[in-house]
């Protein structure tokens, strides 16, 4: 674990997309409402103690981030490639229901980042007084912020701050709708713990492949992604319907523990007719934590068998972020087959 120093003329730029920690309560009908978030250093003056240059970017319309469409995700991968010179650091105020889509999605499309893209959000209003939308934000320009004695930024990565965690964002997932700790990393440790101090766990930082490079940005994403998860009474027309359907090129299959599922003669014909026909079939287990690992039991051992290939211990957010992507570059289903089992940005562990 390392220490930073704050680096006290860093210049970062704050992005808007919408979502609960941006509202506060509109005096004449008492509702929630978007506050102008050009007026941020009004609204949390403790940014100011930084001395850092903050720019702020909102999107319009602002959106609850239950709508959000990878068109979304396009627009802030080239909003950050636009901007990418001229701030050491983005700082991305999201909703928190679709805060580990949006992150996931993201890490992938990013290659060679050099600079902090740190999403936060809050389960209570920056306007209310009991909010933890002011620690969150405070925290993550703290960190996007942060650079080491040579100059590089500390966490080059796209990251969820939230309730004194740093966690890679395609290793997070919302995990309470109610509770102050929303976001949990379950199958990777944090990448920075924020008490007195902020504590970076730097081994475990990705840093850019090549520093000469420079940012690649990929905006092509091929949605035709569907998640099918296993349940008992799960009937031979639903499994049809989303393995088999015509407009699908990958099927994500959230299974059980360690990636089994029904064993029963069906089921696996399904799975074999999809797969011969060249569809993708990705197995990430339903568990909160851990792994696939099809070699354990003979149920696993079928779908593999039947071409179904590992997730690893990937969340189901970071396989869809990855299969948008991986398909988005590429209309041969085999090459992504292939790729689907690289680690890209430290989303799997093999
Ligand atoms: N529904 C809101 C959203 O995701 C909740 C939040 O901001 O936390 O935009």
């Known amino acids: ?16 997309t919408g979502g609960t920690i941006g509202m506060k309560q509109d005096p004449a009908s008492q509702t929630l409402k978007p506050f102008d978030f ?40 080239k909003l950050i490639k636009e901007k990418y010179d001229q701030y050491d650091g983005f700082v991305i105020l999201h909703g928190t229901d679709t805060m580990a889509y949006s992150a996931s999605t993201l890490s992938f499309m990013l290659e060679n980042l ?14 209310i007084p009991r909010t933890d939308g002011r620690e969150n934000l405070v925290s993550a320009v703290e960190i996007a912020a942060a650079k080491d004695t040579n100059g590089d930024a500390v966490v080059p990565e796209v990251c969820i701050y939230f309730d004194n965690m740093l966690m890679r964002g395609n290793r997070a997932s919302k995990v309470s709708s109610d509770n102050f700790t929303a976001f949990k ?28 490079a420079g940012l690649t940005v990929h905006t092509e994403l091929d949605t035709r992604v569907s998640i099918l998860k296993i349940h008992p009474g799960i009937t031979p027309h639903v499994v049809k319907n989303i393995l088999c359907g015509e407009e699908t090129r990958a099927v994500i299959l959230e299974t059980y523990g360690c990636g089994n599922a029904p064993g029963k003669e ?17 197995n990430v287990t339903q568990c909160l934590s851990g792994t696939v690992n099809m070699n354990l039991y003979s149920t696993g051992k079928t ?18 972020g990855k299969l948008f992507f991986l398909l988005g570059r590429t209309n041969d289903n085999l090459i992504v087959k292939d790729m689907l089992v690289k680690n890209f940005r430290g989303e799997i562990s093999k």
């Open 303 to 320: 779908l593999l068998d039947a071409g179904v290939i590992s997730g690893y211990d990937s969340t189901t957010e970071s396989a869809l």
């Open 1 to 16: 674990m390392t220490h930073s120093e704050p680096n006290r003329r860093a210049s970062l730029l704050l992005i808007y």
């Open 114 to 127: 050099a600079k902090p893209v740190i999403f936060t959000g809050s389960q209570l209003p920056i306007g």
């Open 38 to 77: 050009s007026q941020i250093l009004e609204e949390v003056p403790e940014l100011r103690k930084f001395a850092y240059r903050i720019d702020s970017y909102t999107f319009n319309p602002l959106i609850d981030s239950s709508d959000v469409e990878p068109s979304l995700w396009q627009c802030l991968a």
């Open 185 to 212: 990393s379950m199958n990777f440790p944090p990448l920075a713990e924020a008490g007195i101090n902020i504590k970076y766990n730097t081994p475990l930082i990705i840093r850019p492949a090549d520093r000469n």
């Open 266 to 282: 069906w089921f696996i014909n399904l799975v074999k007719q999809a797969a011969d026909s060249g569809k993708i079939l990705l």
